[in-house]
């Protein structure tokens, strides 16, 4: 997903490759992901999940004929959950943050009250449906296609209007075009988009798609309900395994403001339409299919999956704690029990201020440069195993994830190369292993 070494192609890269990351596999993305995620859909809901008919003559016509158009009360269902996120976003109390120095030199405030958001937008979507009866609380999925081909169009021109106003009403000095018109819709013309005094990142990656998930896959367990008069301990298992994820990530919000999504990505295409169209479909595509697909797994194994993966949430929390802890601390801490081993990482913003940063080689940093994102992929597992393995498309989003953080972890390897230059040298040679000891 990032985009330095995107937007900023390092020395070593040719002509081709630069090409490539700037412009053809842009344009492919562009191009091939809005439709993408209708025949993810498409194939799940009428297809049974399965490939092979999805590439079959029968499978495109059929998810053809069913090509969801996008609805006013899709619409609807977007604006009310956004007023909704954005009003508790400013109203609910909460610590101010001060996220990373940019590369421009500036410092970007953010409201942490994504905890008490989480709980009283669970609070609201349940009391108010399954409770009052105001709507039903399968809403979500009763209207899923309509709602997923509404996002895919209205980010599409949301992102076109954020490239403007980046290029031309940028809300800080970390924005501007390289000059590649696809280069820049892609990845964007801002780092920190305001919108009346509004951090776009916060509400659309944190509020409106973060939440939205954790809401998604709710409704779906309220519409295996409806339909089959009960929850099965699969769509248990998925839906707490991954609620208990987001409450990680709201209970953990300002670390996310130190990540690459927030601190080096732009908010182009890449992250902007990825939040409110990509995330809401594959992220949530396993736990679509248990909908009309129970799985009545043996308890044992049920209690198992949910112990695994929340040590597994646990193990990614820690070593994202860890480096942060370290670095909050400047040091004066302990990381499994020892005193941290530091690496003094020194680096200069645009502004030609020099700064200085802690880099942690010992605890999880220590076994890999990257190895947090080993559990992240272990937890995914967990909860779409409940899917079982007649077929692979249900397992989707685990095959992207490995590809993107695959991919991520060669990219912040080398942003951080060009950041840091011989002090990131030196923690590659105490770290030798990217990912994975003996693997990656
Ligand atoms: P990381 O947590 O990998 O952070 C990378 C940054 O941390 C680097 O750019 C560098 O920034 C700093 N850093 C790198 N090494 C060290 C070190 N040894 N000590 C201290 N700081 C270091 O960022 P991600 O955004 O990739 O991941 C954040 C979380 O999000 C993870 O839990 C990940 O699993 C999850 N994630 C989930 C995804 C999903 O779709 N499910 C996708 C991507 C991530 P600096 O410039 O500050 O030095």
Redesign the pocket.
């Known amino acids: 997903?990032t985009t330095t070494t995107l937007g900023q192609a390092p020395a070593r890269d040719g002509f081709f490759a630069t090409t490539f990351r700037t412009s053809v596999f842009p344009l492919f993305l562009l191009l091939v992901t809005p439709p993408l995620v209708i025949a993810l859909w498409g194939t799940i809901v009428f297809l049974d999940g399965s490939l092979l008919r999805m590439l079959s003559a029968e499978g495109v016509t059929t998810i053809v004929q069913n090509l969801p158009a996008p609805s006013l009360p899709a619409l609807g269902i977007i604006f009310a959950f956004l007023a909704f996120e954005l009003v508790l976003m400013l109203a609910l109390p909460g610590k101010k943050f001060l996220g990373?120095i940019t590369p421009a030199g500036n410092r970007p405030e953010y409201k942490l009250n994504g905890v008490a958001a989480y709980f009283v937008t669970h609070a609201a979507f349940i009391g108010l449906s399954a409770g009052l009866g105001w709507f039903s609380p399968a809403i979500v999925y009763d209207h899923l296609g309509a709602i997923l081909s509404t996002l895919c169009l209205f980010a599409l021109a949301f992102c076109l209007f954020l490239y403007f106003k980046g290029a031309y009403f940028p809300s800080s000095s970390d924005a501007g075009k390289t000059g590649n018109p696809v280069f820049d819709y892609f990845w964007g013309t801002e780092l920190h988009p305001r919108l009346f005094g509004v951090g776009l990142k916060q509400l659309l990656n944190c509020r409106f798609s973060m939440m939205g998930w954790s809401v998604m896959v709710v409704s779906y367990a309220f519409k295996e309900l409806e339909l089959y008069g009960t929850v099965s301990n699969g769509m248990l298992v998925a839906v707490a395994l991954q609620n208990v994820y987001l409450f990680k990530f709201f209970y953990w919000e300002s670390g996310?403001f130190?990540?690459?999504?927030i601190?080096?990505d732009r908010f182009g295409y890449y992250i902007c339409w990825g939040v409110m169209a990509w995330v809401p479909c594959v992220y949530t595509l396993s736990t679509m299919f248990l909908v009309t697909h129970p799985s009545h797994m043996a308890w044992p194994l049920a209690l198992a999956l949910f112990v695994f993966g929340v040590f597994a949430i646990w193990v990614?929390y820690d070593?994202?704690a860890q480096?942060q802890r370290?670095?909050a601390t400047n040091g004066k801490t302990t990381v499994w029990g020892k005193a941290p081993l530091l690496i003094k990482?020194r680096y200069t913003t645009g502004d030609g201020k020099q700064h200085e940063?802690?880099?942690?080689?010992n605890g999880w940093?220590g076994i890999a440069?990257?190895f947090?994102?080993v559990p992240?992929l272990t937890l995914a597992a967990c909860w779409i195993a409940p899917v079982g393995f007649a077929h692979a498309l249900p397992w989707f989003y685990l095959f992207f994830?490995t590809i993107?953080?695959v991919d991520?972890a060669g990219r912040?390897d080398l942003?951080?190369e060009k950041?840091y230059g011989r002090d990131w040298q030196t923690?590659k040679e105490t770290v030798r292993w990217r990912m994975l000891p003996f693997v990656y």
């Open positions: 997903m990373p996310y130190t990540s690459l999504d601190m080096h990614n070593a994202d480096r370290v670095r990482a940063n802690l880099l942690l080689a940093w440069r990257h947090h994102y992240e994830l993107l953080l991520r912040d942003r951080c950041k923690y």
